[in-house]
Structure formats: C-alpha cells, structure tokens
C-alpha cells in the first residue's frame, strides 16, 4: 500500500487549528498511526488504530479517517508542534508516508 | 522507562558488512516482537525487518531479502542486524523499536523507538 501525504509543507499561526491529511493506495481498515518527528530525534508515536491517543500525548492530537483518507488534526498548534509528520500503515505490508513538514508562520 | 540504544554503526565499503545492536531495558524483552527501521539522510522512513519474541521468525522488506538478517539473543536483552553486501542506498539512520502488544497480540506499529545509529556506504 502507498501513502500520500499532503501537504509535504504547512504553515500555521499559534493557535490555528491544523488538519494533514494521508491517503493510501488501497483500504487501510484503520490500520494507520502517526508518528512526529523533530530535527534530529527518532520519530515519535502519537496516534495508533487511525484515532487511539498514545499516553503522554496532549490532547491537541486526534486522529479519524477510514477506508484510504485519514487526517491528524491538532486542534490549537502550539510552538513545539514544529516537527515533520509522517503516517504509517499496517494493514498489508508496512509502510510509511513521505511526511508533512509543519512550521509556525 | 523503556530505553533502546543502537551501536554498531560507521562508514563501510560497498559490498562489505556491518552489524549493529540495540540494547534494550525497562521492559522484558522477550514478550515483544522486534524491528528494524532506517531513514536515508533528508528522507521518509522505511521498514527494514521485524523479529519475532522468541526468535522463531522473521520479515524484511525486498530490498534487502538475502542480504541482512535480523536476530535477537533475549538473554542479553539485544537485538541485532548484520548487515552483508551493502549498497549505497542502505545510507541511513538506522533505528529500533518496539512492536506492542495488545493482550498478548503483536500490533504492528512501533511505540518506542531507540535515538539512531549511522551507517555510510561509500568508497
């Protein structure tokens, strides 16, 4: 399955609500996470099963979507949030998006 | 905490090996599957293999069928990827994680991850 993330960069203000979106190839019955990841670390898991929260993740991150469109929103953006986002599906095979770049405007 | 630390990485010669481990603590290693994941320098990520608890199986992508073997010694709480024949496009930051669990099943994503090793195939 191939997953296309859009957009590959995005600009926001500090309390904008900020929507990406991944969209795969075939069906992902909900098999997607999403993952961030800041300049220079390992990527980090915040949402699992397209919309389950990981502990220790601020509740500014949600996930929905179904079939092949999923979206991560945070809801008010915060100065950490710049990061590059990347979703991820295990449905069939395993497999990474290309990533959204997200920077504060 | 559950910590995973690689070792191992460098810059080696086209058609060489390398073999890295990853130290794990903070969880008993030998209830979770375990993988490989490498990033190649300013680019996404890519799933490289996958072990099981106990050792009894294994997965990788295509691209590197035949050419790396994954393992695992659960006595020592490692995990290891030997690495042979390497190309320049297995450049990369090579990562670890922790495939969970969800009472007693394997989830296929990735929940903790180590910091990264480097490895650099160049002549």
């Known amino acids: 399955i191939q997953l296309t993330q859009s957009p590959s960069l995005l600009s926001a203000s500090v309390g904008d609500r900020v929507t990406l979106s991944c969209k795969g190839s075939q069906n992902i019955n909900n098999y997607l996470a999403w993952y961030q990841q800041k300049l220079g670390e390992a990527p980090k898991l915040l949402i699992y099963?397209?919309?389950s929260l990981q502990t220790g993740i601020p509740s500014r991150f949600s996930g929905s979507g179904s079939g092949t469109d999923y979206t991560l929103t945070i809801s008010s953006l915060q100065p950490e949030d710049v990061a590059t986002y990347f979703c991820y599906q295990y449905n069939n095979g395993l497999t990474f998006g290309s990533g959204t770049k997200l920077e504060i405007k | 905490e559950v910590q995973l630390v690689e070792s191992g990485g460098g810059l080696v010669q086209p058609g060489r090996s390398l073999k890295l481990s990853c130290a794990a603590s903070g969880f008993t290693f030998s209830d979770y599957n375990m993988a490989w994941v490498r990033q190649a320098p300013k680019k996404g990520l890519e799933w490289v293999a996958t072990i099981s608890y106990d050792g009894s199986s294994t997965y990788y992508r295509d691209s590197v069928k035949g050419r790396f073997t994954i393992s695992r010694d659960n006595a020592k709480s490692t995990l290891y990827l030997q690495m042979d024949s390497l190309r320049s496009e297995d450049t990369a930051t090579y990562y670890c994680?922790?495939?969970?669990?969800?009472?007693?099943?394997?989830?296929?994503?990735?929940?903790?991850w180590g910091q990264g090793v480097m490895v650099t195939v160049s002549s």
């Open positions: 994680a922790r495939h969970p669990t969800y009472y007693g099943y394997t989830q296929y994503y990735f929940d903790y």
């Open positions: 099963n397209t919309n």
